[in-house]
């Protein structure tokens, strides 16, 4: 099956940017996700891009897909205490059930 | 958009109790619910798949005697996990795909129930 990989912890300062990394192993992943969990709190979709981009920007979001390399971030610019939580990224091969979670990453901001 | 619910959020029993958790698609009627489990720091495992009207598919490693779903209607989808264990103490949450939705939709979650057996 597939892995994705992500490192655990990252901490910056309000108004940094931040860029949490992911990696997979699954070159057929047709989508790829990015969800975000408060604590005690289910997981909130935040985007996602198709396999044959590179790129996709939403507002302080941005997503880069390196599919030679099988890496996808996410960066957050002008990072916010409302950002602390923790963010998944997630690949689909095939359907809806055959959705692979990565271990998550917590995203710590600090004044 | 699609709002799923969870409820409870929180339960508490003893060990060797059954304990029901629901999953309720809220504004859209739901062909298929995922139940999935997060273990403390850990990322989310899939446990099953069910679908309105059909026997559920679980997952390898997943006991379905333990784990029982029931997806009765098309917005509500049950698990029920039956003599619960400290083990089994886990954040179980659920999400869903509605009508009409292609297999690469984003999923909708629930925010989750926080299971505790003593």
């Known amino acids: 099956g597939e892995d994705v990989e992500q490192s655990l912890f990252l901490s910056v300062r309000e108004g940094d940017s931040s860029v949490i990394n992911c990696t997979y192993t699954d070159s057929s992943s047709t989508y790829l996700y990015w969800y975000k969990q408060e604590p005690g709190a289910g997981l909130q979709l935040l985007t996602y891009?198709?396999?044959?981009?590179d790129m996709k920007q939403d507002q302080r979001l941005t997503v880069l897909l390196n599919k030679k390399d099988k890496h996808l971030s996410l960066r957050i610019a002008d990072t916010q205490t409302g950002d602390s939580a923790i963010y998944f990224c997630?690949?689909?091969?095939?359907?809806?059930?055959?959705?692979?979670f990565g271990t998550g990453t917590r995203l710590q901001v600090t004044l | 958009g699609a709002v799923v619910s969870q409820h409870p959020s929180r339960v508490i029993c003893k060990s060797g109790t059954s304990v029901k958790i629901e999953c309720r698609s809220l504004d859209f009627q739901a062909t298929t619910m995922f139940w999935y489990r997060q273990f403390p720091k850990k990322s989310l495992m899939l446990m099953a798949t069910s679908n309105e009207g059909s026997k559920a598919t679980y997952e390898q490693g997943v006991e379905k005697d333990k784990f029982l779903i029931n997806h009765a209607s098309l917005t509500l989808s049950t698990l029920t996990v039956t003599s619960a264990h400290p083990e089994d103490s886990s954040f179980y949450i659920c999400?869903?795909?509605?009508?009409?939705?292609?297999?690469?939709?984003?999923?909708?979650f629930g925010n989750g129930t926080r299971l505790t057996v003593t």
């Open positions: 891009i198709f396999s044959n981009m």
């Open positions: 997630a690949g689909l091969t095939g359907t809806a059930s055959k959705l692979t």
């Open positions: 999400s869903a795909i509605g009508q009409g939705q292609s297999y690469n939709s984003p999923l909708h």
